[in-house]
């Protein structure tokens, strides 16, 4: 129990949350011409990152989920779970200029 400012009386302590965790799927792309990697997070699209090595652009990814769990928290949003994207190559082919 705490006295907090302003109150007469002891109250009790706010409840403590457990910590909200998630794992999340990221798709890294080699960017062979501007070099480094370019990241996206399929359960997140409004994640989107880079880094000039795989490490820093696994940071900098961890860093932009946080915060964008943070604003969804914050604004009421809800926190999705990760999803299994399902990634397929496509063949295309066009005529010879």
């Known amino acids: 129990?705490?006295?907090?400012?302003?109150?007469?009386?002891?109250?009790p302590n706010p409840p403590?949350?457990?910590p909200i965790v998630r794992d999340y799927t990221v798709i890294l792309t080699h960017e062979i011409e501007a070099g480094g990697y370019s990241v996206t997070v399929p359960a997140l699209p409004e994640v989107a990152t880079q880094g000039?090595?795989?490490?820093e652009a696994l940071a900098n990814?961890?860093?932009?989920?946080?915060?964008?769990?943070?604003?969804?928290?914050?604004?009421?949003?809800?926190?999705?779970?990760?999803?299994?994207?399902?990634?397929?190559?496509?063949?295309?082919?066009?005529?010879?200029?």
Not at 1 to 11: C, E, H, N, S, Y
Not at 52 to 55: A, H, P
């Open 1 to 11: 129990m705490t006295l907090r400012k302003g109150a007469t009386q002891w109250l």
């Open 61 to 97: 990814a961890r860093e932009a989920i946080e915060l964008s769990m943070e604003v969804r928290r914050d604004e009421g949003d809800p926190i999705p779970p990760d999803v299994d994207p399902d990634v397929r190559r496509v063949h295309v082919e066009i005529e010879a200029a």
């Open 16 to 18: 403590v949350m457990p």
């Open 52 to 55: 000039e090595t795989l490490e």
